[in-house]
């Protein structure tokens, strides 16, 4: 494959962009969920752009496959320190690298394709928003993680914006703006008449959604309506599913337990799988919980496996499973995890990759849940969401449908060790708090435990891998819920009609041309 020169310089550019991208998001060098360099968002995509200015059709492709390889490979480097993988978490990572890099590399192509429709910066972010739309949602359900919008969380007065259009709507914006300052400072740079004008309009526009948003909040009043305590045990993942160490591990959260204090808080949340155990089915388990929890004197919801027989087959359906549990410490309802992850809670195409023996034994096998759920504590309402279900926001509409007043999800993120997954997981779920105007109370075994406010602000969180018990209180905003909530992703299945519409219009102009 031949190229015009200049290539090398347009591929620096695309890893310039990617870097950028990167450092936006929670990552390597800068271990937190709030980075100091997640402005960087804004500006990330301008080299990229500059690199695809005048490229032929096959050169967009390429330099959007070198960009959207460099930049989840970047973001995603945890997928290759998983220890459960055998060995081949690093080819598991380069399989879904080079899997998401194909969207970029779509846009690339179809950037370069529409060059002949001159709609100015518009067609970047419909291009852009279309396929992470698809990115998101297909095939099983879908893997948003590294969707541009994501990375402001650490703005609360930015994610105003979501509560109006989703996170796809911030990435639309985010896109618009990169496409709008790269062609104002090349106008700068050029010496173009009316480049100031190009430069300082995206941020005149940025100022008004900060200002909007910083508004918004000020004249919003919450309503206390009561406290969480969040358990975080920090069981090594090495320990958590030996049988062995099942005693030890309700030993733990029993221990703390008996640290909440007084006032005791009005609802407890256990991790994702913290009793290790069909806890329905096993008189042991089930017996040690509720003695621990009838001890407290409030509510608990506790991570556990769950099963049941198929109301049309006889089989036994098994499932990754909350459990809520009243203060007397008796059962009062579960909830079955409905968006279950590819290859790890269930295996696509099993029956042809079974040469990969012990690795496909040693992944689940779970049944999809039927509905979701609406849990009560003393003073609110909940639905509980399970580790994975809390990055798409289609699933987290559902749920809020309940009428929940608050949102409560349960993970285990010590699969990836003291890497950024699992900030970057949490900062996913402060966006669907935003998305809602709904508080997000999140537990998860080795961290990240935080509450929001219901517009994403995080009022306070835990470092990975403590022993402690976090307390937060629950702020609920009085409302009807959010157009994002009631009328869900509209904005990204225009920007696909538009996308055809805008291929037909350049095959038109093309024929026109007489380039057929």
């Known amino acids: 494959m031949s190229f015009p020169p200049g290539t ?74 998983i220890e459960a993988a055998k060995g081949l ?26 060059k002949r ?46 509560a109006w259009f989703g996170v796809h709507g911030l990435t639309f914006l985010m896109v618009w703006f990169n496409a709008m300052a790269a062609e104002g400072l090349s106008a700068v740079l050029q010496g173009r008449e009316g480049r100031w004008s190009r430069s300082l309009m995206p941020f005149f526009v940025l100022g008004m959604v900060w200002v909007y948003g910083s508004l918004e ?53 256990w991790p994702e799988t913290a009793a290790p155990d069909f806890l329905s089915w096993s008189p042991d388990a089930l017996r040690r919980v509720e003695r621990i929890i009838k001890g407290s004197r409030t509510y608990h919801l506790v991570g556990c496996l769950d099963a049941a027989r198929g109301a049309r087959d006889p ?80 699933d987290v509409s559902a749920a809020i449908r309940t009428g929940a007043d608050s949102l409560v999800n349960i993970s285990n993120d010590a699969w990836y060790g003291r890497t950024a997954s699992a900030y970057q997981h949490a900062a996913m779920a402060v966006v669907r708090s935003a998305e809602q105007h709904k508080p997000l109370l999140r537990c998860s075994n080795a961290g990240i435990c935080l509450a929001t406010d219901p517009f994403g602000k995080v009022l306070g969180s835990t470092r990975l891998d403590e022993v402690r018990t976090f307390i937060s209180d629950v702020l609920v905003l009085k409302g009807a819920g959010t157009f994002y909530s009631r009328h869900g992703d509209w904005l990204p299945w225009t920007c696909l009609v538009v996308t055809a519409f805008l291929l037909v219009l350049g095959r038109v102009r093309a024929v026109g041309d007489g380039e057929e």
């Not at 390429?62 to 460099?70: D, E, P, Q």
Request: with cysteine; glycine share 10%.
């Open 8 to 81: 090398t310089k347009r591929i620096f550019l695309c890893l310039a962009s990617a870097a950028l991208v990167i450092l936006s998001f929670p990552n390597y060098l800068e271990l937190t969920l709030l980075p100091k360099t997640a402005f960087l968002g804004w500006i990330a995509l301008v080299p990229f752009f500059w690199a695809l200015e005048g490229v032929p059709v096959r050169q967009g492709a390429f330099l959007g496959w070198v960009f959207g390889f460099a930049q989840f490979g970047g973001i995603l480097y945890w997928v290759g320190q």
């Open 89 to 114: 978490s690093w080819l598991g990572w380069f399989a879904l690298v080079l899997y998401l890099s194909l969207y970029p590399l779509v846009f690339g192509f179809l950037f370069s394709l529409l």
């Open 117 to 162: 429709v001159s709609l100015g910066p518009w067609v970047p972010p419909v291009l852009w928003v279309g396929l992470e739309y698809l990115r998101g949602t297909h095939p099983w359900g879908g893997f948003s993680w590294g969707e541009l919008g994501y990375s402001q969380a650490p703005y609360p007065s930015i994610l105003t914006f979501t």
């Open 217 to 269: 909040i000020d004249r919003s009043a919450f309503e206390k309506k009561g406290t969480v305590a969040m358990l975080q045990a920090s069981i090594p993942q090495a320990e958590k599913w030996s049988k062995a160490n099942e005693t030890a591990t309700l030993q733990r959260f029993g221990k703390l337990v008996k640290g909440l204090g007084d006032p005791v808080p009005d609802l407890v949340l």
């Open 315 to 394: 089989k036994t359906l098994s499932y990754n499973a909350a459990m809520a549990f009243d203060p007397d410490g008796r059962p009062s309802g579960a909830y079955h995890k409905r968006h279950l992850v590819p290859f790890g809670e269930f295996v696509p195409f099993q029956k042809y990759i079974r040469f990969l023996g012990p690795v496909i034994g040693d992944l689940g096998n779970f049944d999809r849940g039927a509905r979701y759920e609406l849990f009560r504590a003393k003073g609110f309402t909940y639905t509980p969401l399970i580790c994975y279900e809390v990055i798409f926001p289609e």
